[in-house]
């Protein structure tokens, strides 16, 4: 059974960084996608970052471009979030997010919520003004 278990979340001030982490178990990880999304009071989950295991190809959403750096450790089974100049209005529950995927070009594919069967239960993320 494929599991995804988030982590680093917190409080912390406007310009701070923090680091979340996402392990992952239950299965081999060839043809993975890791994704990570966000969701705001209120407010519908939106697409984040996501990476492509195997090659380390990366995708980032605009509303944090410039701000984030995705990664994955092979090895642990677990990816990375790097989010830095963090501010108020990036308070939200961060969610990580995994699909299987044979194909080599998944176009636009990793930013849909649905394309993802696998998600974990999320890490909280306030960011004090």
């Known amino acids: 059974q494929v599991q995804l278990v988030e982590s680093g979340g917190g409080l912390v001030q406007a310009g701070g960084s923090l680091r979340l982490s996402c392990a992952a178990s239950g299965h081999t990880f060839t043809n993975y996608i890791m994704g990570w999304f966000r969701q705001a009071p209120g407010k519908e989950r939106e697409f984040v970052a996501a990476?492509?295991?195997?090659?380390?190809?990366?995708y980032y959403a605009d509303v944090m471009k410039g701000r984030l750096a995705i990664s994955r450790d092979s090895a642990k089974n677990t990816g990375y979030l790097q989010m830095n100049t963090l501010k108020p209005e990036d308070t939200a529950v961060y969610y990580c997010a995994g699909k299987w995927d044979l194909r080599l070009d998944i176009g636009s594919d990793f930013s849909r919520t649905g394309y993802y069967d696998y998600w974990g239960q999320g890490t909280q993320v306030t960011v004090s003004s």
């Open positions: 990476i492509r295991w195997s090659t380390e190809t990366t």
